[in-house]
């Protein structure tokens, strides 16, 4: 947008402004808002005993707000994990409340900034940059430290998304990968011998099942999660939407319209209903109209309510010739909110600590634990399920943890996905108007956060 | 009996002896209040104007101050760039410029496809629902009842209806041997019918209302003169029912104009603005650059320019409803 061009000349612009570091001056917050005895200038390390120390919290009665987006079948899960946090101590009291994800990254920032908002929030990796140079959240380095949690319990880049300009902003709870789901009668239907694998197999697969009478084998939808689809499979042709640091987009290189020639592909070759509208993929599972579909682990539970469906699940075929399959993860984040209160800050540790430590009930809403240790747990490999999903995680892509850039994936290669699946540009035009379009938020990020 | 009767009915008993208002006891006065300051009206008109000063206009102020900065509220720094979100916005092949007009034009176009069947349709509703005939209550009731429910509910339960692959619409089409797969929700031109059409069904009872009262207040006795004079129906419609109708009318065709351009739960929960952005509404244009992804200073220009296109597009509605004068 080329924002801050007449503002370059002089003045004060956002590049000065953030030129201290997001990390320091969040830590000059907490010094001047938490009335702690840290010296100012102490920089990001500044909130050190803010979190008390220790990993238990011992002081009066306290009450934490707790936000997340977890409106699915996840929801039930975490509601009964918070209460018996609830019930395990008396001192601290969490209160969950629940906003669908559209809703929860616009709202949250304005909610902290008025004091009504959440202690502790749950984020993506692709959202903990951007909260954190917003300066929503607050720096998590002395919880890692007091907790004792350590890099080589977790999935390293999970661990490191954590970090924005040298802080840890999120302590990872789990990773959720796209998976392939399948049923079972269709896939005998059609005479196919287990979960197909690779682009050969599962081409097969979707033929033989369409000679045999099923009419649609594979559902490609043209919203969410089709984007989520097009990243898995631009990194398996050998590809990255995103340049290594980030700062270019590359969408339209030769991987990219691959990837999207060959969704669109599906339904143009009548294996997939063309207009698949948001939703209606999951509903065709649901009701045994679509054989395969790719779609996020966290659904398990609710193909699970269907009880006539005898479905299965397995890792995302190698359709580009590399394994790569799409993943984010949720973290937990303190907000700026509750560095206003050292006994508040101190009870979500503990909070935190706790969910963390129970995360092997977590993982039974359809997620796959952050830590090696519950992964490894003999209770962990009897869920089918997340299992098969634990076994992507050798291979599975995140996002990048640069500020701004969750911004950019709707209006730039979400639309072009939806674009080329509903047949109104060809894959690659579609990919470069998105390519041009991202570069320049890219560069409009980059003045706006001081890149 | 010492209470009045008002109107040939008698008043409730609770009114006891003697606390009777007559008629007379209300006749207005022309005189201003005696010994009433001169500052009595404005208080009077204090409390709305309070609301409306803080919560529509001191905004409305703001948004231009916002409208001249790259604005974030959570950043620290909000550099002033002049007009610059303005001349981004009318400068193509900027990143604003284009979804900006393309999300106007389907404003555009949704108040083109929508404002005339929500003139008309209510329009012939009302004078049906104006004649005398039994159920005539029932009938009212029926087509106002849409309007009670929230957009929200609205907006779901027509996606679904209309969802091109697994909704009921087109699975009834298909058994009535219509095999259509009409892509209702994801293709043009069928996301209009899927927008204007659940949008008519839902508010024309609002309009219908509106009209009622107005026929309502047409005297008999110019239908009566007008049948004296061998007026047939259709010369009584456009003799005495179009133009008893004129302030409603006016009053019916600025708010639609307004609350079409306004629209944007229609668009986000049936359509998702899909296919691509064409069905994407100013208002959610403005409200995703701005407040979910904090681009503030852009988001604040482009509704001062959809304020602006409704001030000019009110204005000339009312110059085209202007009372001709006799020559």
Redesign the interface.
């Known amino acids: 947008?080329?924002?801050?061009?007449?503002?370059n000349g002089g003045?004060?612009?956002?590049?000065?402004?953030?030129g201290v570091g997001a990390g320091a001056?969040a830590g000059m917050l907490l010094a001047a808002c938490g009335g702690s005895s840290t010296p100012p200038g102490a920089g990001g390390q500044a909130s050190d005993d803010l979190f008390g120390s220790g990993a238990e919290y011992s002081g009066p009665n306290v009450s934490l707000a707790f936000w997340n987006g977890f409106t699915g079948g996840d929801g039930p899960f975490m509601r009964k994990l918070v209460d018996q946090f609830n019930s395990e101590h008396q001192n601290i009291k969490v209160s969950m409340n629940v906003l669908r994800w559209?809703d929860f990254?616009?709202k949250v920032?304005?909610a902290v900034?008025s004091g009504n908002g959440p202690d502790i929030a749950i984020m993506h990796i692709d959202n903990l940059a951007t909260n954190a140079?917003?300066?929503?959240i607050i720096p998590l380095d002395p919880v890692a430290q007091l907790l004792d949690l350590q890099e080589d319990d977790f999935y390293p880049q999970v661990w490191q998304a954590g970090i924005y300009k040298g802080n840890r902003y999120g302590i990872p709870l789990d990773t959720h990968p796209l998976l392939f789901y399948y049923n079972n009668k269709s896939l005998q239907q059609g005479g196919v011998d287990g979960a197909p694998t690779d682009k050969a197999s599962f081409e097969a697969a979707v033929t033989s099942m369409k000679d045999k009478g099923v009419e649609y084998p594979f559902?490609v939808p043209?919203?969410w999660p089709a984007h989520l689809m097009w990243w898995s499979l631009i990194h398996q042709f050998g590809g990255a939407p995103y340049s290594e640091d980030a700062s270019q987009a590359q969408f339209n290189s030769d991987a990219g319209v691959q990837a999207l020639t060959w969704m669109a592909d599906q339904a143009k070759q009548g294996y997939s209903?063309?207009?698949?509208?948001?939703d209606?993929?999951a509903?065709?599972f649901r009701?045994q109209?679509d054989a395969m579909t790719w779609d996020g682990i966290w659904m398990m539970n609710e193909w699970a309510k269907v009880k006539s469906l005898d479905w299965g699940a397995a890792p995302i075929p190698n359709i580009g010739g590399t394994q790569a399959v799409w993943a984010s993860s949720h973290n937990f984040t303190v907000t700026k909110q509750a560095a206003n209160d050292k006994n508040k800050a101190q009870a979500a540790k503990v909070f935190i600590k706790w969910i963390s430590d129970h995360s092997i009930d977590w993982a039974k809403s359809g997620q796959v634990p952050a830590r090696k240790s519950v992964r490894e747990s003999p209770e962990f490999q009897q869920l089918e399920v997340q299992s098969i999903a634990a076994k992507e995680l050798e291979f599975v892509r995140f996002p990048p943890a640069v500020a701004g850039i969750g911004?950019l994936t709707?209006?730039t290669f979400q639309?072009a996905v939806?674009?080329a699946m509903?047949g109104?540009?060809d894959p690659k035009a579609a990919l470069d108007a998105a390519t041009q379009?991202a570069n320049?938020?890219l560069e409009?990020n980059r003045k706006?956060y001081g890149g | 009996m010492t209470t009045t009767d008002v109107g040939g009915r008698a008043a409730p008993p609770a009114a006891g002896p003697g606390a009777g208002v007559g008629p007379q006891g209300l006749a207005p006065t022309t005189r201003g209040v005696k010994g009433g300051s001169s500052l009595t009206p404005y208080l009077f008109l204090a409390p709305y104007l309070i609301l409306f000063t803080v919560f529509v206009l001191a905004p409305s102020v703001f948004v231009i101050w916002i409208s001249l900065h790259?604005w974030?509220?959570?950043?620290?720094?909000k550099?002033?760039?002049?007009l610059?979100n303005y001349l981004?916005l009318f400068k193509s092949g900027?990143?604003?410029s284009g979804?900006f007009w393309s999300s106007m034009e389907a404003t555009g176009k949704f108040v083109l496809y929508s404002v005339p069947l929500l003139v008309i349709i209510p329009m012939a509703l009302a004078i049906l629902l104006n004649q005398r005939f039994p159920g005539r209550n029932f009938f009212r009731a029926a087509y106002f009842a849409p309007y009670v429910l929230g957009v929200a509910v609205v907006g779901i339960l027509w996606?679904?209806l209309l969802?091109?692959?697994?909704g009921l619409v087109n699975n009834y089409l298909d058994k009535l041997g219509i095999d259509a797969?009409i892509?209702w929700?994801?293709?043009t031109p069928w996301v209009w019918a899927a927008l204007v059409g659940p949008t008519v069904w839902w508010t024309l009872g609002f309009n219908t209302v509106i009209y009622l009262a107005g026929l309502q207040d047409i005297p008999r006795e110019l239908y009566e003169a007008a049948k004296v004079d061998g007026a047939g129906r259709w010369a009584q419609f456009r003799n005495v029912t179009l133009p008893g109708l004129r302030p409603v009318l006016i009053f019916v065709v600025t708010t639609t104009i307004l609350a079409s351009a306004n629209v944007f739960g229609q668009p986000y929960l049936i359509?998702?603005g899909?296919?691509?952005?064409?069905t994407r509404s100013a208002i959610m244009y403005i409200g995703?650059e701005g407040?979910?992804?904090?681009?503030m200073?852009?988001a604040a220009a482009a509704s001062f320019i959809l304020t602006l296109a409704l001030i000019l597009v009110s204005l000339v509605t009312f110059v085209a409803f202007r009372e001709r004068k006799e020559r």
Do not use: C
Request: hydrophobic fraction near 30%; charge should be positive.
């Open positions: 947008m080329g924002k801050d061009q007449s503002t003045g004060l612009n956002r590049r000065q402004f953030l001056a559209e990254y616009p920032p304005t900034q140079a917003r300066q929503v559902w043209s919203d209903p063309k207009n698949i509208a948001l209606a993929q509903v065709a009701q109209k911004d709707q209006p639309l939806n674009e509903l109104k540009k379009k320049a938020l409009a706006k | 790259d974030d509220f959570l950043l620290p720094g550099p002033f760039v002049g610059e981004n900027t990143v604003t979804p996606h679904f969802d091109p692959s697994v797969n892509p929700t994801t293709e359509t998702n899909r296919p691509g952005i064409e995703q407040l979910r992804d904090f681009r200073g852009n």
